[in-house]
Nanobody, 117 residues
Framework: AQLVESGGGSVQAGGSLRLSCAAS????????MGWFRQVPGKERERVAT???????SYLDSVKDRFTISRDNAKNTLNLQMDRLKPEDTAMYYC????????????RGQGTQVTVSS
């Protein structure tokens, strides 16, 4: 199984970025998929998840700013990030999850997002 993220970069506060995750080697449509982020020295945060039934869930601090979506035909997971804040700066990575979106089965290497004030 492989997950490859893209779309990270540097942006000013208030700007937007769109992250993508290309999945291969497993049946993408069967899995709950999620985006996580981590800053060195801090705990990992679960940013958003989308189930195989397209049910979505978000971290409170990103609600109404981030949108998770999936394209099962293309085996792709996306995260549209709008109105970015400096506190959104982190390494973002995607993951295939199980156990009702609670545990990670596979994860990618990540893509860096940096938001300057």
């Amino acid at each position: 199984a492989q997950l490859v993220e893209s779309g990270g970069g540097s942006v000013q506060a208030g700007g937007s970025l769109r992250l993508s995750c290309a999945a291969s080697g497993f049946t993408f449509s069967f899995y709950c998929m999620g985006w996580f982020r981590q800053v060195p020295g801090k705990e990992r945060e679960r940013v958003a998840t989308i189930g195989s039934d397209d049910y979505t869930s978000y971290l409170d601090s990103v609600k109404d700013r981030f949108t998770i979506s999936r394209d099962n035909a293309k085996n792709t997971l996306n995260l549209q990030m709008d109105r970015l804040k400096p506190e959104d700066t982190a390494m973002y990575y995607c993951a295939a999850m199980y156990n009702r979106c609670r545990d990670i089965k596979y994860r990618g290497q990540g893509t860096q997002v940096t938001v300057s004030s």
